[in-house]
T-cell receptor
Framework: EAGVTQFPSHSVIEKGQTVTLRCDPI?????LYWYRRVMGKEIKFLLH????????ESGMPNNRFLAERTGGTYSTLKVQPAELEDSGVYFC?????????????FGNGTRLTVT | AQKITQTQPGMFVQEKEAVTLDCTYD???????LFWYKQPSSGEMIFLIY??????QNATEGRYSLNFQKARKSANLVISASQLGDSAMYFC????????????FGAGTQVVVTP
């Protein structure tokens, strides 16, 4: 069984540009999450999809971030326009259930550098 | 308020020795799950072990065990017989029943296993 895959693994862009991150969850996992770790800080929740619906987007930092999950399969996270403080590692995770006892399975992350 | 606290930023441990990584948590929700993840230098987040708030026994998975002390709100990870491949960052995390999918992370503990 393939794990959670993220693309690209690294992205270097200039301030003001747009970047789109992609996540393919484990097949059959309805729940998909985005997290990020900014340098020196803790891993923070961004949002949670159940199928194609946004269940919780309370962690999205501002309206420069747009996440979609059309068709309830893969998801994209777009940052437009990117700012220096957006640099960090963006993780995607998926789980079968969303209850407290269901572990999240993470991808390898996308390391985003905004210069 | 910080929900997950990991007080050890870094630890050195000799090969074949056991190591305990501390984790305390804060919640008023009776239903919650505690997770440990390992992040090696390659970047992926690997799920290690889970403990549920209603579980009577401490969780074990191979060389990993979780010392769950509910009254103290602690969930320490014990790695027995450390191996060089155990060198990584270790994160403690919690999901609360009331907050759906949100997984909250501690700051992490960097473990270095020496020969």
């Amino acid at each position: 069984e393939a794990g959670v895959t993220q693309f690209p693994s690294h992205s270097v862009i200039e301030k003001g540009q747009t970047v789109t991150l992609r996540c393919d969850p484990i097949s059959g996992h309805d729940n998909l999450y985005w997290y990020r770790r900014v340098m020196g800080k803790e891993i923070k929740f961004l949002l949670h999809f159940v199928k194609e619906s946004k269940q919780d987007e309370s962690g999205m930092p501002n309206n420069r971030f747009l996440a979609e999950r059309t068709g309830g399969t893969y998801s994209t996270l777009k940052v437009q326009p990117a700012e220096l403080e957006d640099s960090g590692v963006y993780f995607c995770a998926s789980s079968q259930g969303s209850s407290y006892n269901s572990p999240l399975h993470f991808g390898n992350g996308t390391r985003l550098t905004v210069t | 308020a910080q929900k997950i606290t990991q007080t050890q930023p870094g630890m050195f441990v000799q090969e074949k020795e056991a190591v305990t990584l501390d984790c305390t948590y804060d919640t008023s929700d009776p239903s919650y799950g505690l997770f440990w993840y390992k992040q090696p230098s390659s970047g992926e987040m690997i799920f290690l072990i889970y403990q549920g708030s209603y579980d009577q026994q401490n969780a074990t998975e191979g060389r990993y065990s979780l010392n769950f002390q509910k009254a103290r709100k602690s969930a320490n990870l014990v790695i027995s017989a450390s191996q060089l491949g155990d060198s990584a960052m270790y994160f403690c995390a919690m999901r609360e029943g009331s907050s759906w999918g949100k997984l909250q992370f501690g700051a992490g503990t960097q473990v270095v296993v020496t020969p």
